[in-house]
């Protein structure tokens, strides 16, 4: 990945670009390669490199090669793909490494967003910080222009490539290579709507989503990062039509029962998957069977597509050179995060809150997620994921706003569905449970879907900043 070229020359450039691929290419697109470095790392294959070396005092780089302090300090602002390499170098650089994990514990986010540079058009991929360590998952919004826009590598800001090629990438392509790649722990969701909503300190808070970009969207891609952390793990269950549900999902998640505690699930349906009854959505109770006594936070909706693995990508660049829309064929996407339960050091939870259609008012809004606030502890750390009714977006900046304020440490994204997934974790008192529902059905499809709401999820880890009131 070459360095973010200067403002002022990458317009230059942006401007001065006639290029245009020839009539013998065969291709319009492609998908990304991994840097030269990564990629050897990865294949375990020696790197032969053409470099000019420098003269340096042998004795100074050995002495600065083996001191603790002075080499952890050299990793610290390093990513995580560099970390991941240098861990390899020596015993005393691989427990540096595994001290920074421990400490550079905090999410960030991440945008790709269209922008212009003077008469020309460019799709700007920005970050609100270093991505640190390697991460446990990558939370992916995009809407619909998003998720298919494809744009040239020299339109694109920084590079993709060093140097820039003569061809187009798709922005999920970018994005994945950017943050997630070579891991595999990006669940990218696709709809109409997203909401995206970062710190007011961070670089990218100038992106956030307002209720009027809704009525005339830019492509936008949007996510949240979250690190690896003691004990924690993040699994994602993928089917691709209802005759793997027994297999994929009943049978995976009697196995992770065994050994886990469920603190987190993300729950991703397609229109597809409820061609014939909104009642399909029972299968998510069955976590209720499996760990009955413990509390779980559940947020989800009714959306248009959801990748999670790199073949989707590249068929999504295949689609594009092909001129037709990517739809991956996933009927389901469930994304878990769960604990050892032999475990005690992860200091990490989870809590869900509903607004239902009955919450409409502003005051009723803010005492709603007040409440919320005041019932679950807030961490050093946290993301929150707001997953709304497409019927709900005059009241987008209203729950941004509210939310922000009782959360303001916590970045916030999401999206906008045709029916929304949850549970209250904890449970409310006194909720008006007259809500307008989903299609024609009498009722909450046992307790977890409903419509005309908002579903916020709120994940937090490390150190508490305050405690629960209950």
Same mark, same amino acid.
């Given at each position: +990945?070459?360095?973010?070229?200067?403002?002022?020359?990458?317009?230059?450039?942006?401007?001065?670009?006639?290029?245009?691929?020839?009539?013998?290419?065969? %291709?319009?697109?492609?998908?990304?390669?991994?840097?030269?470095?990564?990629?050897?790392?990865?294949?375990?294959?020696?790197?032969?490199?053409?470099?000019?070396?420098?003269?340096?005092?042998?004795?100074?780089?050995?002495?600065?090669?083996?001191?603790?302090?002075?080499?952890?300090?050299?990793?610290?602002?390093?990513?995580?793909?560099?970390?991941?390499?240098?861990?390899?170098?020596?015993?005393?650089?691989?427990?540096?490494?595994? =001290?920074?994990?421990?400490?550079?514990?905090?999410?960030?986010?991440?945008?790709? =967003?269209?922008?212009?540079?003077?008469?020309?058009?460019?799709?700007?991929?920005?970050?609100? #910080?270093?991505?640190?360590?390697?991460?446990?998952?990558?939370?992916?919004?995009?809407?619909?222009?998003?998720?298919?826009?494809?744009?040239?590598?020299?339109? /694109?800001?920084?590079?993709?490539?060093?140097?820039?090629?003569?061809?187009?990438?798709? +922005?999920?392509?970018?994005?994945?290579?950017?943050?997630?790649?070579?891991?595999?722990?990006?669940?990218?969701?696709?709809?109409?709507?997203?909401?995206?909503?970062?710190?007011?300190?961070?670089?990218?808070?100038?992106?956030?989503?307002?209720?009027?970009?809704?009525?005339?969207?830019?492509?936008?891609?949007?996510?949240?990062?979250?690190?690896?952390?003691?004990?924690?793990?993040?699994?994602?269950?993928?089917?691709?039509?209802?005759?793997?549900?027994?297999?994929?999902?009943?049978?995976?998640?009697?196995?992770?029962?065994?050994?886990?505690?469920?603190?987190?699930?993300?729950?991703?349906?397609?229109? $597809?998957?409820?061609?014939?009854?909104?009642?399909?959505?029972?299968?998510?109770? *069955?976590?209720?069977?499996?760990?009955?006594? /413990?509390? @779980?936070?559940?947020?989800?909706?009714?959306?248009?597509?959801? /990748?999670?693995?790199?073949?989707?990508? $590249?068929?999504?660049?295949?689609?594009?050179?092909?001129?037709?829309?990517?739809?991956?064929?996933?009927?389901?996407?469930?994304?878990?995060?769960?604990?050892?339960?032999?475990?005690?050091?992860?200091?990490?939870?989870?809590?869900? %809150?509903?607004?239902?259609?009955?919450?409409?008012?502003?005051?009723?809004?803010?005492?709603?997620?007040?409440?919320?606030?005041?019932?679950?502890?807030?961490?050093?750390?946290?993301?929150?994921?707001?997953?709304?009714?497409?019927?709900?977006?005059?009241?987008?900046?209203?729950?941004?706003? *509210?939310?922000?304020?009782?959360?303001?440490?916590?970045? /916030?994204?999401?999206? *906008?569905?045709?029916?929304? %997934?949850?549970?209250?974790?904890?449970?409310?008192?006194?909720?008006?449970?007259? =809500?307008?529902?989903?299609? @024609?059905?009498?009722?909450?499809?046992? #307790?977890?879907? @409903?419509?005309?709401?908002?579903?916020?999820? *709120?994940?937090?880890?490390?150190?508490?900043?305050?405690?629960?009131?209950?």
């Amino acid at each position: +990945m070459a360095e973010n070229p200067k403002t002022s020359t990458f317009e230059e450039e942006a401007d001065n670009d006639d290029s245009s691929l020839s009539s013998s290419d065969d %291709l319009k697109c492609v998908k990304l390669s991994l840097p030269k470095n990564i990629a050897a790392y990865v294949d375990k294959r020696e790197l032969q490199r053409d470099v000019n070396l420098i003269t340096c005092d042998n004795d100074l780089v050995e002495k600065v090669m083996n001191n603790y302090v002075i080499v952890k300090r050299i990793l610290r602002v390093l990513s995580w793909q560099e970390k991941m390499i240098c861990k390899h170098v020596c015993s005393l650089w691989h427990s540096a490494v595994l =001290a920074l994990l421990k400490e550079q514990q905090g999410p960030a986010d991440c945008v790709i =967003a269209l922008q212009h540079a003077s008469s020309k058009s460019i799709m700007k991929f920005k970050q609100s #910080g270093i991505l640190y360590n390697e991460p446990l998952a990558v939370l992916t919004f995009a809407n619909e222009m998003g998720f298919n826009m494809s744009h040239k590598c020299r339109s /694109i800001s920084p590079y993709p490539c060093s140097p820039p090629c003569s061809y187009e990438h798709t +922005m999920v392509d970018v994005l994945q290579n950017n943050v997630s790649a070579p891991k595999n722990c990006m669940l990218a969701v696709r709809s109409n709507c997203i909401s995206f909503m970062s710190l007011p300190s961070s670089p990218t808070y100038e992106f956030k989503i307002t209720q009027k970009m809704f009525l005339r969207p830019n492509p936008f891609i949007s996510c949240l990062y979250i690190p690896m952390m003691p004990d924690v793990e993040f699994k994602v269950i993928s089917i691709r039509n209802v005759e793997e549900m027994q297999k994929k999902f009943y049978d995976v998640i009697d196995e992770l029962e065994k050994k886990y505690i469920f603190k987190t699930v993300l729950a991703y349906v397609t229109e $597809a998957f409820l061609f014939h009854s909104v009642e399909e959505v029972v299968f998510l109770n *069955y976590l209720k069977k499996v760990q009955p006594d /413990i509390p @779980y936070a559940l947020g989800g909706c009714i959306v248009e597509d959801v /990748i999670y693995d790199t073949k989707s990508i $590249a068929d999504i660049v295949k689609s594009n050179n092909e001129n037709v829309e990517f739809v991956s064929g996933s009927l389901v996407n469930v994304g878990l995060f769960l604990v050892p339960k032999d475990s005690n050091r992860s200091n990490f939870d989870s809590f869900s %809150l509903i607004l239902n259609s009955s919450e409409w008012a502003k005051a009723r809004i803010q005492k709603s997620i007040n409440e919320f606030a005041n019932m679950v502890p807030q961490f050093e750390h946290s993301i929150a994921l707001k997953l709304s009714c497409v019927g709900r977006d005059q009241k987008h900046e209203i729950e941004l706003k *509210y939310f922000r304020a009782a959360f303001p440490h916590t970045r /916030i994204i999401g999206c *906008y569905g045709n029916g929304e %997934l949850g549970l209250n974790h904890p449970e409310r008192s006194n909720t008006d449970t007259g =809500a307008k529902r989903y299609r @024609y059905d009498p009722g909450e499809q046992f #307790g977890i879907m @409903y419509s005309y709401s908002t579903v916020f999820v *709120y994940i937090g880890w490390g150190k508490l900043l305050s405690t629960s009131d209950t």
